[in-house]
């Protein structure tokens, strides 16, 4: 979590984006208007893939579209 604090910092992004840690299979935080997946789901198969998916969906909120 500390590299992508700095990270963001780096890019000036520490005021509007936050870092999480969750168990993407179980569930997400409701805080964030967005979450970001990079390089995530390449590393699951398509049946881990599709369990994440369903999470963001889940924790969407309801006027997000999905």
Do not use: K
């Not at 963001?8 to 168990?23: F, I, M, R, Y």
């Not at 970001?36 to 924790?59: K, M, N, P, Y």
């Amino acid at each position: 979590m500390a590299e992508a604090h700095r990270y963001l910092t780096t890019q000036g992004l520490n005021g509007g984006a936050d870092v999480a840690v969750c168990d993407m299979f179980v569930s997400l935080s409701p805080r964030g208007d967005a979450d970001l997946l990079s390089r995530v789901l390449a590393d699951w198969g398509d049946g881990e893939a599709a369990r994440i998916l369903r999470t963001c969906a889940t924790a969407a909120p309801a006027t997000a579209g999905y």
